[in-house]
């Protein structure tokens, strides 16, 4: 193993170690500076709420290719007897992303001893990618909105297939995601006289029916669309009193940010409409939206011919990822890809508890982005 291999996976190790929640990256920001600070970028830049933008510039005329990586972790407690565990109880990186951080760092290092000639290399480390808000935020922050970006490139490593193999896809590589909290209110009442209050158990029941009516799990559908619910609650533990309040969460689904809207738009309606109908108040809030991730022809076939440059295998996935990913605004701004990194085929899943980033895929992160600089013909 190369020094600066192990330099990198210490780096990993330590980025693990202070895991902090969306948001709240102040420290792993502060230790990715300092790394990248090393690494002699052309510019360095702190963006809005703990991002970071390191700039390798070449001396002459091409594209500008933009590689990001998600820096926050989770709040799940970690299960791991490591050296390295978290520090910070109740938070851990059970996503991989102070591995995605730790590849980007090393391409930092392989553009400082290997500069590109043409173009413009920029390296973003976005916060807040699990709560869907990350990528926002850096859109809105004029340092970055001020950049020349021809093409976005990310990548996310994936438990369950073999080590280093690229997975790749044109189009949706990831649903759209949004999730909304029903809230409502109705009057409470004697339990033994429950008609003479307004109880939201019953709409409750009728929505999360509604929410199964509306699901179309099959992934190979283009209608594909799946609402699942997350939690709910009513009234009080006072078992005199029937309830007179509750609410219910629900996480939705579905393959393009078009049908997405439209099946929340059929839900909310529906729920709108019987709320009003039993008497109730209805509020619904949306949270944490990610958009499709789109990934376009061109960008995909850099990224094949960057992965046979690279020697590593690859395959074409016939659907789209279940799960949301922060860079779809990215690529909805910028011609670009998503694609995945095989973690292993036994590895634990992302966001269980036993889960830890595997090292020994971090030189095939690092090669694969540096075969786009050079496919791009950048150096």
């Not at 019953?202 to 509306?214: D, P, R, T, Y």
């Not at 609650?233 to 939705?252: C, Q, R």
Request: glycine share 8%; proline share 4%; with cysteine.
């Amino acid at each position: 193993m190369s020094s600066d291999l192990e330099r990198i996976i210490s780096l990993r190790q330590e980025l693990h170690s202070i895991a902090e929640l969306s948001g709240e990256e102040v420290e792993t920001s502060k230790l990715i500076y300092r790394f990248l600070e090393e690494q002699k970028p052309s510019q360095l830049l702190k963006l809005s709420k703990n991002g970071l933008l390191a700039i390798y510039e070449g001396q002459r005329n091409g594209p500008s290719i933009l590689f990001r990586a998600d820096i926050d972790a989770l709040p799940i407690d970690e299960e791991n007897e490591i050296e390295y565990k978290s520090k910070n109880n109740g938070v851990s990186h059970k996503c991989g992303h102070d591995g995605h951080s730790a590849i980007l760092c090393a391409l930092a290092m392989e553009l400082h001893m290997n500069p590109i000639t043409k173009g413009r290399a920029l390296l973003l480390f976005q916060p807040a990618e699990e709560t869907g808000e990350g990528a926002q935020w850096m859109l809105d922050d004029p340092r970055f909105s001020e950049q020349k970006i021809d093409m976005a490139f990310a990548l996310h490593n994936l438990p369950g297939y073999p080590k280093n193999e690229i997975v790749y896809r044109t189009g949706s590589f990831s649903c759209g995601v949004i999730s909304i909290i029903v809230s409502l209110k109705g009057k409470t009442a004697h339990a033994g006289q429950p008609q003479s209050g307004i109880n939201p158990a019953g709409l409750i029941s009728k929505i999360i029916m509604k929410a199964s009516e509306l699901t179309n799990e099959e992934i190979e559908d283009e209608n594909y669309g799946l609402i699942t619910p997350i939690f709910g609650k009513f009234g009080t533990k006072a078992y005199g009193t029937a309830a007179g309040k509750g609410e219910v969460h629900f996480t939705i689904r579905a393959k393009r940010t078009v049908i997405l809207h439209e099946l929340l738009e059929t839900f909310e309606t529906f729920i709108k409409k019987e709320a009003k109908y039993e008497g109730l108040k209805c509020k619904i809030e949306r949270l944490q939206e990610f958009l499709s991730t789109n990934n376009d022809e061109a960008s995909v076939n850099i990224l094949k011919e960057a992965a046979d440059r690279a020697g590593l295998k690859k395959q074409e996935r016939m659907y789209p990822f279940r799960w949301g990913e922060d860079f779809g605004r990215i690529v909805k701004k910028f011609s670009g890809a998503l694609f995945g990194l095989g973690a292993g085929e036994n590895m634990p899943e992302l966001h269980n508890q036993d889960y830890d980033f595997p090292d020994e895929i971090i030189g095939a992160g690092k090669d694969i982005f540096n075969e786009i600089l050079n496919v791009a013909k950048m150096r």
